[in-house]
Every structure is written in C-alpha cells, then in structure tokens.
C-alpha cells in the first residue's frame, strides 16, 4: 500500500506543480498586458506605492482629478488609482490593498454617481484582478460580483478553467508581445488626460434608469468602517456634470440623499457636490460629455478639491 | 456529499487509510460511519427513512428465513414491501398523485382540492428501497441466507459509494465481501484510481458543460428553432449518459479502493444495436432488477405472446414511474415498451447477424430512437415534450447553424466557445469509451511505459481542472 500511496503523493504532486506553473504562467503574462487598467493594477499592487491621498473609482474620477495638480497644491503624495468601467465591487479590494499598508493614506476620495449603485451594471474584465489573487482581499472582491466570479473563493485554480478564456487569451498574446519585445504603448499614467470636448450635449444613450443596490450601499458602509479604524478622512465627490445630462438622471437625489446619510453616519467621511458648480455647470468646454470632465475640467476640479481638502485639514487641527 | 466536490477529495482518502489500518472487525463501523456521514452531508434527518428501512429489512428477512408457514412468510413480505415501497410512495410520489386528483376534479367541475405536501425528496431512497427490497425478495425465495450481524447489513444498505444513485447492488453480491477480510490490491486500487479520474472527467468536463447548453435552450425552447431543440437534445443524450455513468464510475473507483467490487452499471449504451441490447448495457443494475423482481414474477417469458407484451409494457411503466413522478417519465417508459415489443413481433434481436455497415446502421437507428424517449425524459412537462418534438420536425424552419445557439437579451448568452468545447468533450469521450471497452485497446494502454500513462491521467486530471464547469454540480439521477 505505501508504494501505492507513494504513487498517489507523487502524482498529486505533479499535477499540483503542473497548475501552478500554468497559473504563474498566464499570471505572468497577464500582468505584463498592454493595457491601462492592467498597468494601472500592477502598479498598485507590485510597486511600493503609499500615497498620502488615494483617488479611487470609475472613468470619472479617473479623468477628474488630476493627482499631480493634487499633489503640488496640497504638499501631500496622490495617486489616482480610479479605474475605468469599474464599481466598488472590485475596487473595494484597491481600497482594502492600501488601507492594509503599515501606512495607509490620509485621505481617500472617490466619485459618487447613479451608475456605481446600479446593481446591472457589469463591470469591466473582473479578470484585470487575477494576477492577484493570492491576496485574500482580491478574492473576496470577486466573489462579491456574483456569477460566475464567485466560484474563485471556492474552486482551486478557477482563474484557469475555460470560463475564463479572456483572461488565458490576454495572457497568451500579452507573452507573444513579450517574447517578440513588442514595445508597449504609451508612458503609463495614473490620470488620464482627455482632451476632447466635442461632444454631442443632445446624446443621452447612457442615461438609463437605474435601480440602487442594497449590496453596493452595504460595501460602501464597510469601506467607510475601515477607514475609521485606520483613521482615514473619506471624501465623497458628485462630480460635476454637464446641465442637461443632470436633469436625465431619475435617481440623482436618490444619490445624494444615500451620501449625505452616509455622512451623518460616519464622522470620517465628508460628501463634496460639485453636480450644482456654478463654474462647471454650462461649460461644455470643460467636458469630454455629460459626465466626464476633460483635461481643462479637471485641471479645475483639482484644483477646487485642493481647496477644500486644505480647508477641511485647517478645520480639524 | 457530492462525489464531484473537494470534500470529497478530504473524505475518501481519509476513509481509504483508515480502512486499511483498522483490523477487519471494526471496519464495518468505519464504513457505517463514514456511510451515514456522507449521507447526514445532504440531509442528517432522512438518515431516520435509512435505518428504518435497514431495520424493518433486517428482522423480516430474519423472520423470512425461519419461519416455514406460506401464509406468514407472506404477511412478513407483504409488511417488508408495505414500509419500503410506502415510504418511498409517500416521500416521492404523494405530491404527483395529489395533483393529478386536482386535475382529474378540476376537469370533473368538482371542487375536491387537495392541498400539496411539499415533500422534499430524500436524495437516493428509490436506490436504497430497491436494494433492501431485493434482499427481502431473495430470502423469501430462498435464494439467500439472512445477515446474520445487523452492522454489516446497514452497511449494505447504507454503502456510500453507490448509496444515493446506485449501482442497485444484490445482497449476495455485496454482503458477502464485508464479510470476507480483505487486504489492499494495488492492481484492483489502481484501476479503482483511473475509474474515478474517468467518471470525473465525465461528469465534470462532458455532463456539466453539456447542461449549460441543453438547460438554456430548454428553458427558452418556445424561442428557439428546431435545429437548436435538436442539439439541445443530441447534447442531452450525452449529458445524462456521462452524468449518470460518470456517477457510477467514481462510486466503482471508491468501491474498488476498498477492495469491493460493485457490479458494472454502463456498457458503451449508445453503441446498441437495438433497444433490447441498448437496455441491457443502461443502467444494468436497475434493468437486471427490473427482470428479477417485475418481470420474471409476471410470467416473463414463459406465457403467450401477449402475456409476454403486458408483461414488458408493466415493467417499463414501473421503470418511468421508477424515474421520476411526472407524466413525462411515464411515457418515456411507455415509448421504450413499445420499442420492446415491436423488436419482439419484427424479431429483430442483436443475434442475427448483419455485415459492418448494417450494425452501423442499427446502432444509428437504435440511438435515434433513444433520442426520442430522451425528450420526454428532459421536458418539463408533457406540454414541453409535445412542443419541443414539434418544432424539431418542422425541419423548413430550421436555422442551421451553431451562432443559432445565442439566446436573447433576459438569458444567460452560450458562447460559441461553450458549444465547440461540448462537441470536442463528446468525441474524446466516445473515442475513450471504445477504448475501454475493447479489451485490446486497453490492454495496449495498460502496457505503455510509466511516462506514457502517466502523461494521460495528467492531460485528463488537468482537462477536468481546465474544461471542467465547476462548482459541485448535482448528479441528475440524485433526483429519482
């Protein structure tokens, strides 16, 4: 029976070896991808990163707020690490990476709007997370996203079965390009720049009812917990929004009405709307559409936030 | 505990060593405890309809054996098929009978309502009744001598590996091995190892990622066009052999770890070359059952030639209703007695013999015919069945085509991905199914260098890993 046995340990073994050099392999591959969100990842979870302000959540933040602007007028350290297409879903798990670090930021911002409630919403290639899931925090954010991500907390090497195929597909010409040292596209930037302004103000394909999680609310109030046990200022911001495209969104007090409940309840948590900014409001020159700013917008946006995270440190010294 | 989940990666290894390390006196209490443990994963409650069934079974075939007087024995027989069959008529069949009252009343204008119990089906208790139910038949015919130690005989009734979905074991077959101290077989161990790795594959790779496929068109076969139904239903046939054969090549793999072997459920179904031969390599323990305790008790074969039409049509409506309490199951039994009876009036048995191409012909025809019953089988509904046979035949509507295969905006979408990996899984597994069973081929196999074997369970430990749809799906026959 030990021979047997021997057999079994050795043949288990091997496989167990065989999965995790494949894993490694599309791991590797993946992380190495040239694509934005993709570097964007790597640099949040690979370099030794530790900003003093974290910008987190979707393409608005991500083009709304410039982190060197940021940086330079509040002589504190900021990264933008919003990410495109994204809902708190996933990046809770950007949230929980940092707020994990022997020195968390002092202040996370992120944007609030209908979209980020909307429980329909799909979310942008969950799989940009795989090359991390050996961080226990990444996987739990999986799960959360319901089918067919759940399985990942579950069934050991999830990332490489079939139901996957993106994620083996990117890797696989990610190494192509590797091995034929392809040169990657553009100098990777934590903020992207958008400098188009030409957009349609009578476009409104984007703006469709939304109905608000319970699950998206609930994850927001345990983010908002943690930061308070690591005494972390969370700024809420309802971005500015070009003024017709306001009026198209049915749940926008809804919205709000959720983010100032969300500061009464949390001390640490402080709600910013710039959805009603005079400045913004009718300058379609400062947006990429409705909702975006470009880079003229965000350049004011920054700079306005800067001001009010000066004065909201002034108020609590 | 499914056979296809990582507890049982846990369970069965530690069961495995356990067993080898206890003298032989004490494993059937490992095995008892590990059998009720496995079985308490599911439902710890209805383990109670088990050790009833194991008890009221142990003393009637005690009673059986001793006593000499016709009219008692009988009375014990009776009072063995009245708990047994009772509990199984409660639990699986109370809720389709009440609504058949309320059809029945509802067509009479009555107002009679009966209100459903909402039972929850006890997962196995159709495997289990039949197998206890064989024993006390077999004592009562004198065929065996009762067990004489009351744990030995839970254990038989009660043996993890084919406890929830069979094979339907026979007492003279199983018991007599729990008896006899046996030593680990690294041969009988080893080909125990390739049975479960091949019943995984099956299950994991073929049944599970052909139940995507077959589950949506299914549910939505009022939009969809005949060539998709008839996919659906081809995929079906495959789905269910893999699900239900895979289930028993991993619970003979378990046995086979011990040292027991179970009796062999499948040969290569679908490669029959008509319906009486189709039925005698489908579910064999339940077929050879069937013959045991229905069929030969009618008559069988020995009366006249419509005695012997009754008597084949009986034992397939019992068969469907055997499935499941619905309609549909029922008339697939029905389908496959007609089947029976127009080979026995055309006398078309496997015995003549036919050149190549006409057993190839026979197999396509016999498989077809199958498909057919397979519809039934799958609908939800007689309604479903009817509806789904309609739109396949009304062949000038059909789209032919695998992109045919999206579905709409409010279901799940199937990849074209999803599709061609089912049809690749179905020609590994056919071409693997001729392998094992033409004894050359396997014997080929079994005599390549170590690298060479082992290079294949790798390939296929790791396509189950890769190809594999996982998250501990059930097993389809847990339901009957």
Redesign the interface.
Do not use: D, H, Q
């Given at each position: 029976?030990s021979?047997?046995?021997r057999k079994?340990v050795v043949?288990s073994f091997?496989?167990i070896v065989?999965?995790c050099l494949?894993s490694e392999f599309l791991k590797y591959g993946y992380k190495h991808a040239d694509d934005h969100a993709v570097r964007k990842l790597y640099s949040i979870f690979e370099e030794d990163l530790e900003p003093e302000i974290l910008i987190l959540g979707s393409s608005i933040a991500e083009g709304a707020i410039n982190s060197n602007i940021l940086s330079e007028r509040t002589q504190m350290k900021a990264y933008n690490a919003a990410l495109s297409g994204r809902k708190i879903n996933d990046w809770i798990c950007v949230a929980d990476h940092f707020l994990s670090k022997s020195t968390p930021p002092e202040i996370v911002i992120f944007d609030i709007f209908p979209t980020v409630f909307n429980e329909h919403s799909l979310l942008y290639n969950p799989q940009d997370f795989y090359p991390y899931l050996d961080k226990t925090f990444v996987k739990e954010a999986l799960k959360s996203i319901g089918e067919p991500y759940s399985?990942i907390a579950?069934?050991?090497?999830?990332e490489?079965?079939?139901?996957n195929?993106i994620y083996v597909k990117r890797s696989l010409s990610s190494w192509k390009n590797l091995i034929l040292n392809k040169p990657k596209n553009a100098i990777h930037k934590d903020y992207i720049e958008v400098e188009s302004s030409t957009f349609n103000p009578k476009d409104f394909s984007h703006f469709k009812k939304i109905n608000i999680s319970k699950e998206s609310v609930e994850l927001y109030e345990s983010l908002f917990s943690k930061c308070e046990k690591n005494e972390v200022v969370v700024i809420m911001i309802a971005m500015p929004i070009f003024y017709i495209g306001k009026e198209k969104y049915e749940n926008w007090n809804q919205v709000v009405t959720i983010a100032m409940n969300f500061e009464k309840e949390f001390p640490n948590v402080h709600f910013l709307d710039y959805s009603n900014n005079s400045s913004f409001l009718a300058e379609s020159d400062l947006f990429a559409n409705h909702t975006h700013l470009n880079t003229k917008g965000a350049d004011l946006l920054s700079r306005l936030i800067s001001h009010r995270i000066e004065e909201l440190f002034e108020k609590s010294k | 505990m499914l056979f296809n989940s990582l507890d049982y990666l846990v369970f069965l290894p530690i069961v495995f060593i356990l067993y080898y390390y206890l003298p032989h006196r004490f494993r059937w209490i490992l095995l008892l405890l590990s059998s009720y443990y496995f079985y308490m994963c599911w439902r710890w409650d209805y383990l109670i309809l088990i050790i009833i069934s194991t008890l009221v079974d142990f003393k009637v075939g005690h009673l059986l054996f001793k006593s000499e007087d016709s009219l008692k024995r009988k009375v014990y027989l009776f009072f063995s098929l009245l708990v047994n069959l009772g509990l199984l008529a409660y639990f699986k069949y109370a809720d389709f009978i009440i609504g058949n009252i309320n059809s029945l009343s509802k067509e009479l204008n009555l107002t009679l309502e009966v209100d459903y119990l909402n039972i929850l089906l006890p997962v196995g208790i159709s495997f289990y009744t039949f197998q206890t139910l064989s024993y006390t038949i077999d004592i009562y015919n004198r065929k065996i001598e009762p067990e004489t130690h009351l744990g030995r005989f839970a254990v038989f009734v009660s043996f993890f590996p084919q406890l929830v979905a069979g094979p339907i074991e026979r007492a003279s077959h199983l018991i007599p091995q729990f008896r006899v101290k046996k030593g680990f077989n690294y041969p009988v161990a080893v080909s125990g190892l390739r049975r479960i790795l091949w019943g995984l594959f099956k299950k994991i790779v073929v049944a599970d990622r052909l139940s995507i496929i077959v589950d949506q068109i299914y549910a939505t076969s009022g939009d969809q066009n005949g060539f998709a139904l008839l996919l659906a239903t081809y995929f079906f046939a495959f789905q269910i052999y893999c699900d239900f054969s895979g289930y028993s090549d991993i619970a003979i793999g378990s046995a086979r770890l011990l040292n027991i072997s179970l009796m062999e459920n499948f040969r290569t179904p679908y490669f029959s070359r008509s319906i009486s031969e189709f039925w005698s390599r489908w579910h064999i323990s339940l077929s050879t059952w069937f013959r045991d305790y229905l069929y030969i008790p009618l008559g069988g074969n020995r009366s006249n030639r419509w005695r012997v039409f009754f008597n084949i049509y009986i034992v397939f409506l019992v068969s469907g209703l055997w499935h499941g309490a619905n309609w549909t199951f029922i008339i697939w039994g029905g389908i496959h007695g007609i089947y029976l009876i127009i080979e026995k009036v055309l006398k078309l048995g496997v015995e003549q013999k036919v050149s190549q191409g006409g057993d190839i012909f026979r197999i396509l025809i016999s498989f077809h015919l199958v498909l057919l019953g397979w519809v039934f089988f799958r609908a939800e509904n007689l309604h479903h069945a009817f509806l789904v046979l309609e739109k396949i035949c009304r062949i000038s509507e059909w789209n032919v085509g695998l992109h045919q295969l999206y579905i709409g905006d409010n279901a799940k979408v199937i990849s074209i991905a999803d599709t061609y990996l089912g049809i690749m899984a179905i020609c590994i597994l056919l071409v693997v199914d001729v392998v094992l069973h033409k004894k050359k081929f396997k014997n080929w196999f079994l005599s390549r260098n170590r690298f060479i074997r082992w290079t294949t369970y790798l390939v296929f430990a790791l396509a189950i890993v890769i190809f594999g749809y996982h998250g501990e799906t059930e097993f389809i026959y847990f339901q009957f």
């Open positions: 029976m021979v047997f046995l079994v043949i091997i496989l065989c999965l494949i399985k579950s069934v050991p090497f999830y490489l079965t079939a139901i195929a | -």
